[in-house]
Structure formats: C-alpha cells, structure tokens
C-alpha cells in the first residue's frame, strides 16, 4: 500500500513562471509544507542550511527566564514569603545562607 502513496513535492509557488516548483529530491517537511532545498525558509532568505547535528553551545545560550526565577523563588522560600514544603524551606535556607557566607 505505501507504494501506491504519490511522493512528496515541494509546494513551492514560482511566481514568474505561474507553477509550482513539484521538485521530489531532498524534499522534506517544514511548516510552510514541503520544500525542496532551494525553497526551504532559510534558502529562501538567503542564509547557508544547518550543518545536521550541530548545535550552539549551552553556555552561548541566553538565560531562561525560568532558570533565573529559581535564584528569586529560593530566596522567597527561605524568606517565609512563599510556601512551600518543610525540606524546600530548609534548602532555600541553606541556599540563601551559602551565598552570605561568600560575601562576608
């Protein structure tokens, strides 16, 4: 039964000559819908496709807003301005009482 489904096409729309493009070689998907590899987004905008499996490093990646609200929630919880359970409590604590140890 799959051999009897038609391959993927790009859907690209070439505007001059009034077709779509229906290349099937290195066709994938992307969310404006099948591509080629002279129509995904980035070719399409000029810019070099990813190398596969390469990635920017974590330490280059801007920090998360959740990541930074944990600084803040540890210091609430050790404060008593948010609950939370007994060994949290104790934790934020210790957390918080680290870090003034540090700077004295």
Request: charged content about 25%.
């Amino acid at each position: 039964m799959s051999g009897d489904r038609p391959r993927p096409e790009c859907r690209h729309w070439i505007g001059p000559e009034g077709r779509h493009c229906r290349a099937v070689d290195g066709v994938r998907f992307y969310l404006t819908g099948w591509c080629c590899p002279l129509h995904t987004p980035r070719a399409l905008q000029g810019l070099k496709e990813f190398e596969p499996g390469t990635a920017p490093p974590p330490s280059s990646l801007p920090l998360s807003p959740l990541s930074a609200s944990r600084i803040h929630d540890n210091r609430a919880v050790a404060s008593g301005k948010r609950r939370s359970n007994p060994a949290a409590y104790r934790a934020a604590q210790a957390a918080v009482d680290h870090r003034k140890d540090l700077n004295l």
